[in-house]
């Protein structure tokens, strides 16, 4: 190991990131200790690999002799858990000595006072920012600009959406912007988000208190929401989603806009929407490779989408996942027509409550698919059964026997919660 040139040494430190692991690596002699000093490029700090019983400020001393035992740092991941309250200067000491050369910042600590980390990285080289459990205030587009920003993800964050709307302006370069369980801060009794950005390719928004989003963007390409209960959710933008999906979302009015002729996958569970028609909404979206209706319920009985309709509309499905809906004695998904689903490859059927119709369902489904390699289904099993549920799941699983004895060549796999 003596021999070992300090590069050689330096391109194994580049595959170590946990700072326990740093920290005995730099112990081993002098020469590891200057490849870590000149060659160590990520650093990653998580209160869960050290003793339990160390203390805030033995967790600040380490941080800062590991930190300032670098040079040249570009990855910086700080995850310290709730019962660790920091003092504000070591983390400052560790953002300034960092700053010019960071390039990806995850960081979730807790400090008295709070650090404003826009201030501190702004006009920087910073490519990644994740920030969790931080408050954003009064935000200076003109000082803290991010130049070289492409990931912004804020996880339980507290912030004005004016703030928010600044920030998203200040990062010219930002492709991806994730917003997790967001504290939005308003003084009116309907909050409105309003976001515009011309670079913008991802939305991921969680769990954001607002009453309605409107979003300006040019070049969006995947956009996914998930609980939220919004009066209003606004798209405008050239037509460029490709990726849609959304889980456990009320909205009273949405609007992707007019244009779906790149949407690829649509991904919808759980969902209420009163006005216009979810399927109208991706009716028109040509080269639909993949769609999924989950726990969606339509409310109005002209909407009630059957199988000819998923034929005629997505020429070019290969990937079909629906799960039995019954309401009022209306089949959503029925078997209407005899349009083939001519490119189906994988289909994924299921139920939230068996019935007796679930199994003719599944072979209708199946027939309409001459090119199917894969099923999977997917079942609710409650914990009491009745004798009812217990007969038709024992029906559905002899069904099924014969299925598969007749379709060799379908690779059937069952999924049951």
Known sequence: MEHLPVEVIGNILAHLSAARDVMVASAVCRKWRTACRKHLHSLSFNSDDFPRDMTTRQLEIVITQTIFQTMG?????????????????????????????????????RTNPNVNILEKCGRQKLEVLDLDHNTITGVEPSYQRFTCLK??????VSISALDLSLL??????????ALDFLEVVTSDSQSTMELTSHTLKSLFAKSVGVDKIILDADNLEVLNLNAL?????????????????????SVTHMDIGESTDHLEVVDVSNFTIVRPKLYS???RASNLRMLRFWGVVFDDEDEIVDSE???????????????????DGLLHYSLQGSSPLENVSVLEL????????????????????????????????????????????????????????????????????
């Open 309 to 327: 309709t998923i034929a005629v509309s997505f020429p070019l499905l290969r990937h079909l996942s629906l799960s039995y809906e019954l309401r």
């Open 281 to 283: 909404m991706i009716s």
């Open 350 to 417: 299921g139920w939230t409550v068996i019935s007796e119709h679930f199994g003719p369902w599944v072979f209708g489904m199946i027939e309409r698919c001459p090119n199917l390699k894969k099923l999977v289904i997917h079942g609710v099993l409650s914990e009491a059964k009745t004798r009812e549920e217990r007969q038709m799941l024992a029906s559905f699983t002899s069904f099924i026997v014969c299925l598969m004895r007749k379709y060799v060549h379908v690779d059937v796999q069952f999924e049951y919660e």
């Open 73 to 109: 740092l570009q990855c910086l991941s700080i995850h310290i858990d709730s019962t660790h309250e920091f003092s504000a200067a070591p983390v400052i000491a560790w953002l300034m000595y960092t700053r010019e050369t960071l390039r990806s910042l995850s960081y979730n600590v």
């Open 229 to 249: 209960n919004l009066d209003l959710f606004e798209l405008i933008g050239k037509g460029t989603l490709k990726h849609l999906k959304i889980d456990d979302v």
């Open 168 to 177: 998203v302006a200040a990062c010219p370069k930002i492709e991806s912007l």
């Open 151 to 156: 990931s912004l993800s804020l996880r339980h």
